[in-house]
């Protein structure tokens, strides 16, 4: 039996177990990242070196990495950069 290939990946990806075992461990760290208690600077250095893990791994300033909830908010971030710096067309009607 030949082995399948899954080829929707717009519905789900696949995780590497990488990514699963990253995801995992995330899932122990409770904690506002905005807060300043211990749960959240724990919460917020996870984000944070994730942050500069993808900035690396894309050789990008870590300014610019941007983690989102997903797809759909992440095609209006990047369609609409006028609006988030006050400038550009707008679209009216």
């Known amino acids: 039996m030949r082995k399948r290939v899954y080829l929707d990946w717009n519905a789900t990806t696949p995780l590497r177990p990488e990514g699963r075992s ?3 461990a995330a899932f122990d ?4 990242p905005s ?8 919460a917020r250095k ?9 900035a690396t791994a894309v050789e990008g300033d ?4 941007v983690f989102t909830s997903g797809g759909t ?3 209006a ?16 009607g």
């Open 46 to 54: 996870l984000i944070e070196d994730a942050r500069a893990a993808v």
């Open 62 to 65: 870590v300014r610019n990495v």
């Open 22 to 24: 990253a995801m995992v």
């Open 77 to 92: 971030l990047a369609l609409t950069p006028g609006l988030r710096r006050g400038g550009g067309r707008r679209c009216s």
């Open 29 to 32: 760290v409770s904690g506002n």
């Open 73 to 75: 908010e992440a095609n």
């Open 35 to 42: 807060s300043v208690h211990s749960e959240g600077r724990a």
